[in-house]
């Protein structure tokens, strides 16, 4: 089953998806702002990115700094738990196909996986 993790207010979220649909593919959409992953969702999507959580975290957010996030010492984990506790963290768009996983930052990384 392919998921896609959407923000309908993000532009980029909104154009990775169209993208998929001009391509056939009609993934499992998950609004991730109202219904954030779990962890142990999170921790899944880290490992089948096959980079470390801190790719995924948008730097940007209020969030990040008020948690003290850029810290270098901030282990996987504590990134995990912070995204799952404020989803505002979470980069997107992040689409799931397999055992594997993107982010559709540039959009086009979505094509990645088909």
């Known amino acids: ?3 896609y993790f959407h923000n309908p207010r993000c ?5 990775a998806l169209a993208l998929l649909a001009e391509h056939g593919v009609q993934p499992d959409v998950v609004a991730y702002l109202d219904t954030p992953p779990s962890v142990d969702e999170l921790r899944e999507i880290v490992r089948k990115l096959g980079q470390p959580a801190r790719a995924l975290v948008r730097t940007g957010e209020e969030a990040y700094k008020e ?22 963290l979470i980069e997107r ?8 996983a993107v982010i559709g930052r540039p959009i086009e990384n979505v094509l990645q996986l088909l």
């Open 11 to 15: 532009t980029k979220s909104r154009g």
């Open 93 to 100: 768009p992040i689409f799931v196909r397999g055992d594997r």
């Open 67 to 88: 948690l003290g996030l850029a810290d270098p010492s901030v282990t996987d984990e504590q990134l995990i738990a912070a995204m799952h506790a404020h989803p505002i």
């Open 1 to 3: 089953m392919d998921t």
